[in-house]
Nanobody, 126 residues
Framework: QVQLVESGGGLVQAGGSLRLSCAASGRTFSSSAMGWFRQVPGKEREFVAAINWSGGSTYYADFVKGRFTISRDSAKNTAYLQMNSLTPEDTAVYYC???????????????????WGQGTQVTVSS
């Protein structure tokens, strides 16, 4: 399995930007699709974005299209989530996750991922 550590969260004003990083260790990062999810207290974990193993395909939740960009750098074993035009509704703990191999579970479902980071808090003030 892949071990994941997120960083880059923090406090930002509405309209601002943050870039989250997800550093991976383990041999399988370069062959693993990656995803970002977020969660607020009392709510289920919510899909944000995903990227396939090569970086050639990306997927986004409707509410982040045009504002967030997912990317990866396999040489650095790191995935990124660039977040622009942030709003208070984006406040959450953000998690990166490595997707199961050979799964047909849709990319937006958390059950399709078998390695998770500890999360990084993003707070957007109005």
């Amino acid at each position: 399995q892949v071990q994941l550590v997120e960083s880059g969260g923090g406090l930002v004003q509405a309209g601002g930007s943050l870039r989250l990083s997800c550093a991976a260790s383990g041999r399988t990062f370069s062959s693993s699709a990656m995803g970002w999810f977020r969660q607020v207290p009392g709510k289920e974990r919510e899909f944000v974005a995903a990227i396939n193993w090569s970086g050639g395909s990306t997927y986004y939740a409707d509410f982040v299209k045009g504002r967030f960009t997912i990317s990866r750098d396999s040489a650095k074993n790191t995935a990124y989530l660039q977040m622009n035009s942030l709003t208070p509704e984006d406040t959450a703990v953000y998690y990166c996750a490595a997707r199961r191999t050979f799964t047909i579970i849709p990319v937006h479902l958390p059950t399709g991922y078998n390695s998770w980071g500890q999360g990084t808090q993003v707070t957007v003030s109005s």
